[in-house]
């Protein structure tokens, strides 16, 4: 039973740039919440997706977007890169149960803005 | 709001030693709370849940937490640290929505010494 797969593992990009990361939920799991993990910090949600559609978001700005394909996949893209963007990026792939079983986590994609 | 609180960045234990990391949460309503375990250049790992019910739970590889609502603490535990258990842990509350998003404390470093 393969787990939650993000890629790419790793990213560098440019300051102002635009980047896509890429989640895969664990089988059976129909939600999936991004959340971004700076240096030294715990992670921050940034949006959660259910069928197809962003149920939640956190307080990010709007240039983090996302989207949920048909087979519980999602997206993240950030456009305009800052340097603070920086961070360690982890997908959490859950049942639409409204959080009352464990979100289990991808490995992250580690993106670096330079 | 819902917050969680670590107030140890790092906790040093000898193998063989009963380990505790502590945390405290600040929640509207009925508490629900996870353990989380992150190793180097890796995603987050479950480890426990708090929902109802007893308030002694037990979790993954060896460890229990404590839940104490007159203390709004949700302590991790185990009897007997092994080396590698050294790892950074996230206490997290699930927010009250309906997505169940998750809102993670700042995390400890556990070092668990031979």
């Known amino acids: 039973d393969a787990g939650v797969t993000q890629s790419p593992t790793h990213l560098i990009k440019t300051r102002g740039q635009q980047v896509t990361l890429r989640c895969s939920p664990k089988s059976g799991h129909d939600t999936v919440s991004w959340y971004q993990q700076a240096l030294g910090q715990g992670p921050q949600f940034i949006f959660q997706?259910?069928?197809?559609?962003?149920?939640q978001r956190g307080n990010f700005p709007d240039r983090f977007s996302g989207h949920q394909f048909p087979n519980y996949s999602s997206e993240l893209n950030v456009n305009a890169l800052l340097l603070g963007d920086s961070a360690l990026y982890l997908c959490?792939?859950?049942?639409?149960?409204?959080?009352?079983?464990?979100?289990?986590f991808g490995p992250g994609t580690r993106l670096t803005v330079t | 709001a819902q917050s969680v609180a670590q107030p140890e960045d790092q906790v040093n234990v000898a193998e063989g030693n009963p380990l505790t990391v502590k945390c405290t949460y600040s929640v509207s309503g009925n508490p629900y709370l996870f353990w989380y375990v992150q190793y180097p250049n890796r995603g987050l790992q479950f480890l426990l849940k708090y929902i109802t019910g007893d308030n002694l739970v037990k979790g993954s590889y060896g460890f229990e937490a404590e839940f104490n609502k007159s203390q709004t603490s949700f302590h991790l535990k185990k009897p007997s640290a092994l080396v590698s258990d050294s790892a950074l842990y996230f206490c997290?509350?699930?927010?009250?929505?309906?997505?169940?998003?998750?809102?993670f404390g700042q995390g400890t470093t556990l070092q668990v010494k031979p």
């Open positions: 959490a792939s859950s049942r639409g149960d409204r959080g009352l079983l464990e979100q289990y």
């Open positions: 997706y259910y069928e197809e559609e962003e149920r």
């Open positions: 997290a509350v699930r927010d009250t929505s309906n997505t169940g998003k998750l809102i």
